[in-house]
C-alpha cells in the first residue's frame, strides 16, 4: 500500500521513556495524533477502515526497504489495530532496530546457520 506521506529519513530516533503519541517520528512531539479520529459525519466503518490503514501505512513506511511476505502483511495489519501508544512504539522499535542493523552482528547461532526453526 503507497502512503499518501512523503517519505523521510528518521535516523536518530530516540529510546522511548514513556508511551508515545504519535505512530510516526516524532513519537513524543505535542499532543496525541489525532489524524486518526472519527471526522464528523464520518460513518465508522469508514473511520475504521481509514485509521487501520493509517496505522498499516505507518508500520510499512518504518520498515521501508524490508522485503514482506503474505504472512509479514497479515501481522503488520494486525499490530496495526492496536492503539497509538503500541503502533508507535512498534513503529519506533522498527526504525532503531534499522538504525542499528549496521551496528550489530548477528548472533552465533544465526550466523552460522543453525538458529532454531519453530514448526507452526
Given amino acids: ?5 512523503p517519505r523521510k529519513s ?3 530516533v530516540p529510546p522511548l521513556h514513556h508511551e508515545p503519541r504519535r505512530i ?6 505535542g499532543g496525541y ?3 486518526g479520529d472519527q471526522r464528523a459525519e464520518e460513518p465508522s ?7 487501520q490503514q493509517e496505522r498499516v ?4 513506511e518504518a520498515l521501508d526497504g524490508v522485503e514482506l ?22 513503529a519506533s522499535l522498527f526504525y532503531r532496530a534499522r538504525e542499528a542493523g549496521g551496528q550489530q552482528r548477528p548472533s552465533e547461532g544465526v ?4 538458529a532454531v526453526q519453530h514448526e507452526h
Fill in 1 to 5: 500500500m503507497e502512503s499518501q506521506y
Fill in 10 to 12: 528518521h535516523s536518530n
Fill in 24 to 29: 510516526r517520528p516524532p513519537f513524543d512531539a
Fill in 33 to 35: 495524533d489525532l489524524s
Fill in 45 to 51: 466503518n469508514e473511520w475504521r477502515e481509514r485509521r
Fill in 57 to 60: 501505512a505507518a508500520l510499512t
Fill in 69 to 90: 511476505g503474505d504472512h509479514d502483511r497479515r501481522i503488520v495489519a494486525w499490530l496495526a489495530g492496536w492503539d497509538v501508544p503500541t503502533v508507535g512504539t512498534v
Fill in 111 to 114: 550466523r552460522r546457520g543453525t
